[in-house]
């Protein structure tokens, strides 16, 4: 579905229902970013992340640029990226859901923090801290750019979540 050129040599728009539905083949791992907004956690679900750069270590994550995680993370400056195992689907179901209230977002849930304090989820493949260096306005989303001050290694012997059209898929 390429798009159209004008008699004028112009293309154009790409039509987003179209590219909505060709994006989503694109597949995305899982992971839950956590931040703190005073003494409250804030939970969300994002499939837009990917490693910058080994040297130095550095991550993008991408938010909704009106969402209260994105404006949590810019005030906070620092947030955590837990990478999710195919096992914690329901994590993600959890804090993918909008509007979810933000007091007691994480009951029920033994976390560990990193050191600027952010929410560690159990079980996880890995987690990385990142303080935030760049925000980047990009259409509707926000893009988080840092360097990686602390890192863990969780489950690695379990498979990832993963979204692949449009649907949570496994693996293996």
């Known amino acids: 579905m390429t798009a ?3 008699p004028s040599g ?7 229902d179209d590219y909505r539905e060709l994006s989503e083949l694109l597949t995305a791992g ?11 956690d804030v939970a969300v679900t994002v499939d837009s992340f990917l490693d910058v750069s080994y040297d130095p ?28 195992t ?5 994590l993600a179901d959890r804090f993918g859901t909008p509007a979810a209230p ?29 303080r935030i260096e760049q ?11 840092g360097p990686v001050v602390e890192q863990g290694a969780g489950l690695a012997a379990v498979g990832p979540a993963v979204r692949f059209a449009g649907e949570k898929h496994r693996l293996r």
């Not at 112009?10 to 987003?16: G, N, W």
């Not at 992971?31 to 003494?39: D, N």
């Not at 909704?64 to 906070?76: L, Q, T, V, W």
């Not at 925000?135 to 750019?145: E, Q, S």
């Open 135 to 145: 925000a980047v306005d990009a259409a509707t989303h926000r893009l988080l750019i």
């Open 4 to 6: 159209p050129q004008s």
């Open 30 to 40: 899982l992971a839950v970013l956590t931040t703190r907004q005073g003494r409250h």
């Open 57 to 84: 270590p550095t991550m993008l994550v991408a938010l909704y640029g009106m969402s209260r995680a994105a404006e949590a993370a810019d005030e906070a400056g620092h947030f955590c990226l837990n990478l999710l």
């Open 86 to 90: 195919e096992d914690q689907q329901h």
């Open 102 to 130: 933000l007091i007691g977002m994480l009951s029920g849930i033994e976390v560990t923090r990193t050191a600027d304090g952010d929410a560690v989820l159990p079980g996880v493949l890995a987690h990385f801290g990142l």
């Open 10 to 16: 112009a293309r154009e728009p790409v039509d987003q």
